[in-house]
């Protein structure tokens, strides 16, 4: 990388900076985390390699800078991992994986000096995907006891807050407020009910793609000349067909 960023080396990767490859590094991240959903460990293996060069392009440019180096990136994050296992290198205790990430959260809080929960919240990285953003959250509030206990509640929750955006659709309040409101009700019913809404939504998404090609060919590729009734039936018969194949 210190060849491709010299006056000899490459004219593209010379003139990049932190901002103009950010997208790379999430997409790279994206990519290995695919990897992993498909257990693919020779695409792993590559895809960790892509990471890790957004990793090496970040501190060299850091380094032209005189911010920091790599060495320094790869001797922060060593001390960090010896200062969040204190059951590992130091003299408490952990007996379960339980108590080892909670032993993790009390060092991370330490560390950041957060002294309350709304600290620690605030210390969630607002670059997040905001599903994922919400879920962490949500966990923070349930470690200290701010949590619907029955799943239930969590649902009436939700029905409220559709009745809210309803409301706010026919002009009676804002509508983007309530849609956030409405999906943020909708993480906190999945996680009391112990469900993973990322992978939730995940699911709906292919869910969609399967039955939106069989739309499409029941349809004969003519979808845009179909009234919305004609739509409608077509979606319940594919609905109806893939339910039957368990799909």
Known sequence: ??????????????????????????????????AIDQGDMENLKEELGDLLLQVVFHARM???????????????????????????????EAAD????????????????????????????????????RADKLQS???????????????????????????QALSGRGDPEEELGDLLFAAVKAGRTAGLDSERALERACEKFIRRFRRVEQ???GGLERLEEPALEALWRRAKQEQRQEGT
């Not at 790379?24 to 695919?34: F, I, K, V």
């Not at 993790?104 to 330490?110: A, I, L, N, S």
């Not at 349930?142 to 309803?166: H, I, M, N, Y």
């Open 97 to 132: 994986p339980a108590g080892a990430l909670s032993a993790w959260d009390e060092q991370k809080r330490r560390e950041k000096g957060q002294r309350t929960a709304a600290d620690a919240m605030d210390g969630v990285t607002r670059a997040l995907p905001a599903l994922t």
């Open 140 to 166: 923070k509030a349930r470690k200290v006891g701010f949590d619907w206990r029955d799943p239930s509640r969590a649902v009436d929750k939700l029905s409220e807050e559709l009745e809210e955006l309803r």
């Open 218 to 220: 029941l349809s004969g």
């Open 62 to 92: 850091a380094e032209e800078e005189g911010a920091f180096t790599f060495a320094e990136v790869v001797d922060g994050v060593c001390r960090k991992l010896v200062f969040r296992h204190p059951h590992v290198f130091g003299g408490s």
């Open 1 to 34: 990388m210190e060849i491709l960023r010299s006056p000899e080396g490459c004219p593209w990767d010379r003139v990049q900076d932190h901002r103009s490859i950010r997208q790379n590094m999430l997409e790279e991240a994206y990519e290995a985390a695919g």
